[in-house]
């Protein structure tokens, strides 16, 4: 499992990252066991919190072993090996198999038109080429079959998934590519290489660790969508899942498709994993930093140009028109603001409760992980990043069926969601406080300590006070996660709680697309903040 603590969350590591120069501050503090750097005295305390996260983060798996073990092998076969799960699984493969290669195909050829090419506009094109991220993947459904009612099937899933999903592929993507050495492609072409064969030698093979890390994510985000394939009724194992979970109450029947979804996530990482391989590519020495010179487009220019204006009109302009279409058309009605405030207010008290809690949860994994990383610290981690892979659907299940059985009076409450949150967004914190805590030198931990400070005492008021812009941006994203998270939250969700995703799915369900149209317009505003972060970190990490 340890590609999946050097990956942890793809989108997260996108635009944190943790800095080498802050390695030589915590040696002093280390001393030398095994050829390994480990604390002398790691606090019991953080490690014992670090401990019970990880155990918490198993719950999902555990529910699913649990589940195979106690339905029997007679009753799972049976409700395994049946046409409907080969359909489901035939759906879900031809997707993956036709999204992920052709957003890999368009972040490319984007990422290559606005960072190599003299593109009229491009750093114009480069954050409309990210912005689609502040659009939820189902509201991109609800515009397009808005427009054309008609559109349904693998074909119409492909279309959206790919508009909804490729600048998962061209963040970071972009971001490599700014990164590259220009000297490596000047030799090629010394050498008789053309354009083409230079970038297919060269500069493609250099590319692969943020093509397989993006479409791992976008691979992920393709098992656990639920509200897109919905509306275009396109049936994927988590449609199913709570199809049979809501209408039928069948448990058996959707735990054993979770089980079968939960292979398929195994499968995608460990296909993600191969596909990495072991090779690297870095530079030999400091070299003379400068930037790659923009390859002219001459008279390719206005075809070149009419990529990045179809892909802006079809991700941005179709949601946006349709939104605006659905508001005058309802007028003033669809603005129930009896309705709408409670809704804002329950999805922000869920965000920052979730970001809280999840970040608090994440400070002893992520304090472990700076300064005292061994064996079992990372197998610990590892258990955090296998939970933020898993669809909310099988969360959502896990946690439906321990609180029913353990601990009922949880069952259906605010606590249960919160818990949810924790188990599916905790990468996303852990990874942004990883990289704040690597750059608070330890010796202040100890100059505190040396002055009276508990351990506890340093570790609060010394190291997270300087890692607090980190967790800042950790918390940011959970919350960013919690507001367009639908699936948990339609499952636990206490009777009377109405966020703006699943008021908005309410009234999408019962075809009242104007009086749907807020909540997707107030989403999309609460989104484009952390989408605008998103870039301009990734700008930022790529020395831009």
């Known amino acids: 499992m340890r590609y999946l603590a050097e990956k942890g969350l793809c989108l997260s590591a996108i635009f944190v990252s943790l800095p080498a120069a802050s390695t030589p501050a915590v040696v002093s503090h280390l001393q030398p066991t095994g050829g390994r750097l480990r604390l002398k005295r790691p606090l019991s305390w953080v490690a014992s919190a670090a401990l019970v996260v990880a155990l918490l983060a198993l719950v999902p798996l555990g529910f699913v072993v649990w589940v195979a073990l106690n339905t029997g092998w007679p009753t799972a076969s049976a409700l395994i090996f049946r046409p409907r799960v080969a359909e489901l699984l035939l759906n879900t493969a031809l997707l993956v198999a036709c999204t992920v290669p052709l957003c890999a195909v368009l972040a490319v050829a984007l990422a290559w038109l606005t960072e190599r090419s003299d593109l009229p506009g491009a750093r114009i094109w480069s954050w409309l080429a990210v912005a689609p991220l502040a659009v939820p993947a189902f509201v991109h459904s609800y515009a397009w079959i808005t427009v054309a009612p008609g559109l349904q099937g693998l074909a119409a899933g492909v279309l959206v998934s790919v508009i909804a999903y490729f600048p998962f592929l061209y963040l970071p993507v972009s971001a490599t590519l700014r990164r590259l050495d220009p000297g490596m492609e000047d030799t090629a072409a010394s050498l008789g290489l053309g354009p083409w064969r230079v970038f297919f030698r060269v500069v493609l093979p250099q590319l692969r660790l943020a093509l397989c890390g993006g479409a791992l994510l976008i691979g992920l985000h393709l098992l656990a969508e639920y509200g897109l394939y919905v509306m275009i009724r396109f049936d994927t194992f988590t449609t199913a899942i709570v199809d049979q979970f809501q209408s039928s109450y069948n448990g058996p029947a959707a735990n054993m498709l979770s089980g079968v979804l939960v292979l398929c996530c195994f499968g995608l990482l460990s296909l993600e994993s191969w596909a990495r391989g072991d090779a690297r590519y870095a530079r030999l020495g400091t070299g003379a930093a400068r930037l790659p010179l923009r390859r002219r487009l001459g008279g390719t220019t206005a075809l070149c140009l009419a990529l990045p204006v179809l892909v802006t009109a079809l991700a941005l302009g179709v949601p946006l028109v349709t939104l605006v279409r659905w508001l005058v058309a309802g007028g003033t009605s669809v603005w129930r603001l009896d309705e709408i405030w409670p809704a804002v207010w329950q999805t922000l008290a869920l965000g920052v409760s979730g970001a809280l809690l999840t970040t608090l949860a994440a400070v002893p994994m992520a304090w472990l992980s700076i300064r005292a990383p061994s064996r079992f610290q990372r197998v610990l981690e590892a258990c955090n990043y296998l939970v933020g892979s898993l669809p909310g659907v099988v969360v959502a299940l896990a946690l439906v069926t321990v609180t029913v059985r353990v601990a009922l009076p949880i069952y259906q409450t605010a606590v249960t969601v919160l818990l949810a949150y924790l188990l599916m967004f905790l990468p996303r914190a852990l990874i942004s ?45 959970v919350a960013l996660g919690i507001t367009t998270e639908l699936t948990a939250t339609l499952l636990l969700a206490p009777n009377g709680t109405r966020t703006l995703a699943t008021a908005f799915w309410a009234y999408s369900s019962e075809i009242d697309y104007a009086a749907a149209a807020p909540y997707a317009l107030i989403m999309v505003l609460l989104s484009l903040p952390m989408t605008w972060l998103l870039y301009t970190q990734s700008k930022r990490t790529a020395g831009r």
């Open 433 to 477: 406080l990883r990289a704040g805590i690597a750059q608070a030198p330890v010796e202040l931990e100890h100059a505190a300590r040396s002055l009276g400070r508990t351990p506890a005492q340093a570790l609060w008021a010394i190291t997270m006070r300087l890692a607090a812009p980190s967790a800042a941006a950790g918390a940011a994203l």
